[in-house]
């Protein structure tokens, strides 16, 4: 087979449809084209469930290699099981199968098959995906798993393959002011608070109006007025939820027909929504059918394409050239995201982000592990199963005869009422034994159970019956579990304040620069369960105070930068110490503040030269230094607990 060394695009297509045989549209064709010995299939692996029970045992036993487009961790999970079982080399089950035999068999399943070879391909490995992918290498006391091939982010722009994403950044901050509108002084949950007036200002109309100018103007002074693409640059809007790109929409829609602009805003989202007291979807509000969005925005008027996760991850379309974020973005998300903006193709010379929600640290933070080639520093410890089944038994919200019953009944084929009344019966425990704090524990942890098993039970060389037996089980009564009662401690201050004033700035454009070596990660997380984090109350004008103050009215030379300093960049540079995180996991909150302090200390000094007043005042003022290593730590401390 004339394989190229290195497919391109058009490369591989022509290589494909030279040597395919079949592409398999549905369950049906996948069973006949298995049992008839075609030789390349093309698939899903949500099809293999449906055909396990006629698909026989002609083609058992032979040898399969199994490519897999932009790997993930799901690869390790039920229905990957199903497909080993159905391209297994051994039998079918047998009929008068017991349940240890059950078990076995689906112990066996989840594992990798012999008589099968791996091609997994991913542009944003994780730690999952390189542990069952890659390939193990000793280090010292410990194996790290590194790509058996790698075509890395770097030499794929320095080859013109993609373009760079991240060579125009430019970060937008706000400044805003809330006013109370109630005479009282009512007390608020703190950090809820914090969370929902920002998220009112930044949803207000007159922010989304006013961004949405700044968006519009930009792509005709910057975008069209300098023919990027030769005159047929499309922008993508990536909007933080559902309703704000319908906001969006409107805004763009209003501001277009305005200023006169021949040019027009599609929206895409999922799913019927209530806007304005009316049901919408994409159709009604673009004018044509959903299936069409992919090919008018490539044709004029339509040049804005206004997404609310649809098209985030996966969409191939070259004549994106310029991208609006208004949404927090962090890892895998924001690579996939930006990343939207890097096919090539001709006139196509660079790329564009304005970002209203992000700064350059977080990233290049983001994008740092997938640049080079990504490592896996270690592998996950199996000991962590043995620990939670541990925690989850010592809760006693189920007997282990229980989980024998439930797993006997459903691998013999029982009604799912023959299985209720087991799972309520916990379900009853969990609510009159476990306080809160107890149901928030036991719950995550059942989550991470089910969740570190599915995926470890496929690279260990061993299996265990008891670990098989509690994932089924858990998988049933997790999502029977109900969430704690949680009383809204902020419910109503949304009523109690208005808007006074907001704006917003552009910051200079920058390249965000990438380091230029091999990135590591951890292995998988073991850990679950948590606490419920304790509301801090305080009256309304003290939030209002405390909110304005870092957002944007401290009364500095620079003050608009360094409220963004204290709320953002302080706490993710502190958050991501390595002693600190290292406190946070393996002692007491005594000695986490210890390292908190230290670590706020070097972050403090590394913005030295840019936010002297801010360094003064951290060095010179006592009380500014007691509150701010206060509120970071009350930041960051309860959220690498959560972790």
Not at 233 to 251: D, E, L
Request: charged residues 30%; aromatic residues 10%.
């Amino acid at each position: 087979m004339d394989t190229p060394s290195r497919l391109g695009e058009e490369t591989t297509r022509r290589f494909v449809l030279r040597h395919i045989r079949l592409l398999s549209p549905g369950a049906g064709d996948l069973r006949r084209f298995l049992t008839a010995g075609k030789k390349i299939i093309i698939t899903t692996v949500q099809k293999f469930p449906f055909i396990l029970d006629e698909i026989g045992d002609d083609h058992r036993g032979r040898t399969f290699a199994i490519i897999i487009d932009e790997a993930h961790s799901s690869q390790g999970g039920r229905t990957a099981a199903k497909m080993n079982i159905a391209l297994a080399a051994g039998g079918a089950e047998e009929e008068e199968e017991t349940v240890e035999d059950a078990i076995n068999r689906l112990m066996e399943a989840r594992k990798v098959l012999p008589n099968a070879s791996y091609f997994a391909f991913t542009a944003t490995p994780k730690n999952r995906t390189l542990e069952v992918f890659g390939v193990a290498v000793p280090d010292g006391g410990k194996i790290r798993h590194v790509p058996f091939h790698s075509y890395t982010m770097k030499q794929a722009i320095q080859e013109g393959f993609i373009l760079d994403v991240l060579k125009y950044y430019t970060p937008v901050d706000s400044y805003y002011r809330l006013m109370k509108t109630v005479e009282d002084d009512p007390r608020f949950d703190t950090k809820r608070a914090q969370k929902k007036l920002r998220k009112y200002v930044e949803s207000h109309d007159h922010a989304i109006r006013q961004k949405a100018e700044i968006m519009v103007d930009h792509f005709h002074s910057q975008v069209i007025a300098h023919r990027k693409i030769g005159g047929a640059a499309r922008a993508m809007v990536i909007t933080n939820g559902i309703q704000r790109a319908i906001q969006y929409f409107h805004a763009f829609q209003t501001y277009l027909a305005e200023r006169k602009s021949p040019y027009q805003a599609v929206v895409a989202f999922s799913g019927e929504h209530e806007y304005g007291g009316r049901k919408v979807t994409e159709a009604t509000l673009n004018g044509f059918p959903s299936s069409q969005i992919e090919d008018l925005i490539q044709k004029d008027p339509y040049r804005f394409l206004i997404v609310a996760d649809k098209f985030q991850t996966g969409y191939d379309e070259p004549l994106l050239h310029t991208m609006y974020v208004d949404k927090t973005l962090s890892g895998v998300k924001a690579v996939q995201t930006l990343s939207r903006l890097n096919r090539a193709r001709p006139q196509k010379y660079d790329t564009f982000v304005l970002d209203f929600m992000n700064d350059a640290d977080a990233i290049r933070d983001s994008f740092e592990p997938y640049y080079r080639t990504t490592i896996l520093s270690e592998e996950t410890d199996p000991n962590k199963l043995h620990d939670l089944k541990a925690a989850l038994d010592n809760y006693q919200v189920y007997a282990w005869g229980q989980v024998e019953e439930l797993v006997a009944l459903y691998l013999g084929g029982a009604d799912r009422d023959r299985l209720d009344p087991i799972l309520d019966a916990c379900v009853a425990a969990y609510k009159a034994d476990l306080d809160e704090n107890g149901q928030v524990d036991f719950k995550g942890k059942g989550k991470a159970f089910t969740r570190t098993y599915g995926f470890l039970a496929s690279i260990l060389p061993f299996s265990n019956a008891d670990w098989e037996k509690l994932s089924i089980f858990l998988n049933f009564l997790v999502p029977k579990l109900p969430a704690p009662e949680e009383q809204d401690l902020s419910k109503g201050i949304l009523e109690a304040i208005d808007m006074d004033s907001y704006r917003v700035e552009a910051q200079a454009t920058m390249a965000i620069v990438l380091p230029d070596a091999d990135a590591e990660i951890g292995p998988v997380p073991a850990a679950g369960g948590g606490r419920k984090p304790e509301p801090e109350l305080d009256i309304l004008s003290n939030i209002l105070k405390t909110f304005n103050e870092m957002f944007g009215n401290i009364d500095w030379k620079d003050r608009d930068k360094i409220g963004k300093v204290i709320a953002e960049e302080l706490p993710a540079k502190v958050a991501a110490d390595k002693a600190y995180q290292n406190a946070m996991k393996n002692s007491d909150k005594q000695n986490a503040r210890i390292e908190h302090d230290k670590a706020l200390q070097r972050a403090v000094i590394e913005l030295l030269s840019d936010h002297t007043e801010l360094f003064k005042q951290f060095s010179d003022n006592p009380s500014f230094k007691k509150w701010l290593s206060e509120t970071i730590f009350a930041a960051t401390y309860e959220q690498g607990g959560a972790a």
